[in-house]
């Protein structure tokens, strides 16, 4: 059975990015990393922490006396979770109007529109077969 698309809540996203730069890391020093960001307390990263490791989106090992926190996701598994959410809640599931909105919010290179043109029509050879 497929793993569930991911979802991450804002804060889960402080956490995760800051886990990836960083890691292994503990949640004192992760505490200390977000503090002028975020203004948590120690107890709040590490309630968050220990969520995020029952959601299976931080993996925790003890060594001595200290909880060493790794990433159990990649940032690619996060970002089409996040896309993938978008695409259910904010466009009910079509695509076409999602990639239209990116299109017009962003000012789109030259090289990205033939990345994207060379994408499509990558795709377009593999529905042939």
Same mark, same amino acid.
């Given at each position: 059975?497929?793993?569930?698309?991911?979802?991450?809540?804002?804060?889960?996203?402080?956490?995760?990015?800051?886990?990836?730069?960083?890691?292994?890391?503990?949640?004192?020093?992760?505490?200390?990393?977000?503090?002028?960001?975020?203004?948590? %307390?120690?107890?709040?990263?590490?309630?968050?922490?220990?969520?995020?490791?029952?959601? @299976? /989106? +931080?993996? $925790?090992? *003890?060594?001595?006396?200290? %909880?060493?926190?790794?990433?159990?996701?990649?940032?690619?598994?996060?970002?089409?979770? @996040? /896309? +993938?959410? $978008?695409? *259910?809640?904010?466009?009910?599931?079509?695509?076409?109007?999602?990639?239209?909105?990116?299109?017009?919010?962003?000012?789109?290179?030259?090289?990205?529109?033939?990345?994207?043109?060379?994408?499509?029509?990558?795709?377009?050879?593999?529905?042939?077969?």
């Amino acid at each position: 059975m497929p793993k569930p698309e991911i979802e991450l809540t804002e804060s889960e996203w402080q956490i995760i990015k800051a886990v990836w730069d960083s890691e292994p890391c503990t949640a004192p020093a992760l505490q200390e990393k977000l503090f002028k960001q975020t203004r948590w %307390t120690y107890s709040t990263v590490r309630t968050l922490m220990d969520r995020m490791v029952g959601k @299976e /989106l +931080l993996a $925790a090992e *003890k060594v001595r006396h200290q %909880t060493l926190y790794r990433s159990a996701v990649t940032p690619q598994q996060a970002q089409r979770g @996040e /896309l +993938l959410y $978008a695409l *259910k809640h904010a466009f009910n599931g079509a695509l076409t109007p999602m990639v239209q909105c990116l299109l017009e919010s962003k000012d789109v290179s030259a090289g990205e529109l033939a990345e994207l043109e060379a994408l499509l029509k990558s795709r377009k050879r593999g529905a042939k077969k």
